[in-house]
């Protein structure tokens, strides 16, 4: 037994190193990435549910590895965020995305917005509002094109903080976005200190919807929380028209989803959902 025991530390045990190898390995392939600009932002459309009319993309980031092939943003995110790598990668994938707005808003619809994901380091920094709003400035896009998106977990680290952070952005005219909506521990105090612009309903709620009723009460319920607090509410991982139905019978604000697009490069998403759709 005792054999066996150790056996099993050894194998965890090496596990682990190869695990701390495949790490430090990624951590600086990724540094070379971000320098060599081997990492793309994808867009994934968002849409008003009730009109069906485009409103504006998230951007997510890609990593296409010239030999690994694709690496999921799960994998490298938080090997970013651990190796001191999120801020540049963060401002990057902002500049890129603001970049890209502006010129979708002058050839096809000025009303476009972008929404971009924020990581806890990112605004955490106490110039965040100064980098962000350098951004704008930069790329000459209208801060009211701009939507933040941040987790409950960000937003908890330090409630001083992030009062502070979104009334700054706020009064610039940038809005924020509660992303992975009802997922944390405290999504309702979330939403009661803080001004938040829109609430993104995680995944998880959305699919089983239409067939588990406890789901669907809890989708209903946010989005009357949202009505109530006038806050825009929008649904992600919409996949089925069964899903749809419910949302528009809950009356949801904006879908996001694999049921209208996955997540396309600049010229597929200008392709399908800006030149085809000039309306
Ligand atoms: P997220 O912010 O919750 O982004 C939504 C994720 O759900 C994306 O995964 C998207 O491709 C996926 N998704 C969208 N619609 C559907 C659907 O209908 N079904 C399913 N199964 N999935 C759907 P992705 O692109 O792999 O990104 C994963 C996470 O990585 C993001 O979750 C976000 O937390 C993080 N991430 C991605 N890009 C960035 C970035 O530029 N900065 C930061 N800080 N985080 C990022
Ligand atoms: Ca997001
Ligand atoms: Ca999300
Ligand atoms: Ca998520």
């Not at 965890?12 to 190869?18: K, L, P, R, V």
């Given at each position: ?61 890609r990593w296409f590895h010239a030999d690994r092939g ?210």
């Open positions: 037994a005792k054999q066996a025991g150790k056996n099993r530390f050894q194998f965890y045990n090496s596990e682990f190193c190869d695990l701390m190898v495949e790490k430090r390995a990624l951590v600086g392939e990724l540094r070379k990435a971000i320098a060599d600009e081997e990492l793309v932002v994808f867009y994934q459309p968002l849409f008003d549910l009730k009109s069906k009319k485009l409103i504006g993309a998230e951007a997510l980031v694709a690496i999921a943003p799960s994998v490298f995110i938080p090997v970013a965020e651990e190796y001191g790598l999120i801020d540049q990668l963060g401002h990057w994938v902002l500049k890129t995305a603001c970049r890209q707005l502006v010129a979708w808003q002058s050839r096809y619809k000025p009303e476009l917005v972008m929404s971009v994901n924020v990581s806890y380091q990112q605004f955490g920094r106490y110039d965040f509002v100064e980098s962000v709003s350098g951004v704008l400035q930069g790329t000459r896009l209208a801060p009211q094109s701009l939507h933040l998106e941040i987790t409950e977990s960000t937003a908890l680290i330090d409630l001083t903080h992030t009062k502070a952070v979104l009334r700054q952005l706020q009064s610039i005219g940038v809005s924020i976005a509660m992303d992975d909506f009802g997922t944390g521990y405290s999504s309702l105090s979330c939403v009661k200190d803080l001004s938040i612009d829109k609430l993104k309903i995680d995944r998880s709620f959305i699919t089983n919807i239409s067939t588990d009723e406890r789901d669907a009460a809890i989708v209903k319920t946010i989005i009357a929380l949202s009505r109530n607090l006038h806050m825009k509410v929008l649904a992600e991982g919409v996949e089925t028209p069964e899903q749809l139905a419910k949302l528009a019978e809950f009356e949801c604000d904006e879908i996001q989803g694999f049921l209208f697009s996955r997540p396309l490069d600049a010229e597929q998403f200008e392709a399908q959902f800006l030149q085809r759709n000039m309306n």
